[in-house]
């Protein structure tokens, strides 16, 4: 009966040299997974993308000066808020109560419903209440050509974006702080986070369009702070709602995305 020789492992049949350049192998692929892992949720979460739908005002996702840290390369919301002439402390008790939760808590339902997964969002409507969604930081002609095409004027832009039924209700001009002729026949509907850089950029294009079509639009602000992107932008559209309270909204969210830095970069110390 002949004798069999055990056999060798893989790891004794290598050079040490080998051995080596295995576990190296090994150790950066071990590590590549572990950062796959950890960026995933990050990336699933906090893209340009909300996917905290349907949570109650109680549970609302407002960050508080414990959470993050309140100061920032901007300026102050303080300074804006005492810079526009509000009653201050009328407006720093409304925005630590959260007075305006459930308000900005159904605009982020609202738009999400719609289809919105980042910001900014726009809703143009029409006069029979046709609507064409534009997702993302889009040109001041594309708008403009969207809005010749529903007025049934000559359009020289080309691939514009295209009619789709979507769900949002329409301006009430005595509920909501309106830019434009609260009669217009074009309703433009802005869904948005004081936080995004891409949505500071939109803030001007939006005023280029205004301009640019006079009495036959509107425009109206609406909420969508990304939370997992902007963690103070909840907080910021809180008090904008504040500044509304004392019929300065649109001053206070025209010096915020005049000044802010975009991604946390403005101070909410109160």
């Given amino acids: 009966m002949e004798e069999m020789e055990p056999k060798k492992g893989l790891l004794s049949s290598m050079t040490p040299g080998q051995v080596f350049a295995l576990g190296l192998g090994g150790g950066v692929m071990v590590l590549c997974t572990i950062g796959f892992l950890i960026l995933l949720p990050m990336v699933l979460g906090g893209s340009g993308f909300n996917f905290g739908k349907g949570q109650s005002a109680d549970s609302v996702k407002t960050v508080d000066a414990a959470q993050v840290s309140n100061t920032g390369s901007g ?36 738009v999400q419903a719609a289809g919105g997964q980042g910001t900014p969002f726009l809703v143009v409507m029409g006069p029979k209440g046709q609507t064409v969604p534009i997702k993302g930081a889009y040109p001041a002609e594309i708008i403009n050509g969207v809005i010749q095409k529903m007025l ?8 514009l974006p295209v009619e789709e039924k979507v769900s949002v209700r329409s301006i009430d001009p005595k509920k909501e702080p309106i830019v434009g002729n609260a009669n217009a026949k074009i309703s433009l509907i802005e869904y948005s986070d004081f936080e995004c850089p891409f949505c500071k950029r939109f ?60 991604n946390d970069g403005m101070d909410i110390t109160l």
């Fill in 203 to 262: 803030h001007a294009t939006m005023q280029q369009v205004m301009a640019a079509n006079g009495d036959n639009v509107r425009w109206v602000y609406r909420h969508f702070p990304l939370d997992s992107l902007h963690q103070k932008a909840r907080t910021e559209a809180l008090a904008s709602e504040c500044a509304g309270e004392q019929g300065k909204f649109w001053e206070f969210t025209n010096s915020v995305f005049e000044v802010t830095p975009s």
């Fill in 152 to 159: 049934g004027q000559k359009v020289t832009v080309a691939n």
């Fill in 75 to 110: 300026p102050k919301i303080s300074d804006i808020a005492k810079g526009i002439g509000l009653d201050y402390d009328k407006f720093k008790s409304c925005v630590e109560s959260k007075k305006y939760a459930d308000k900005v808590q159904a605009d982020e339902d609202e």
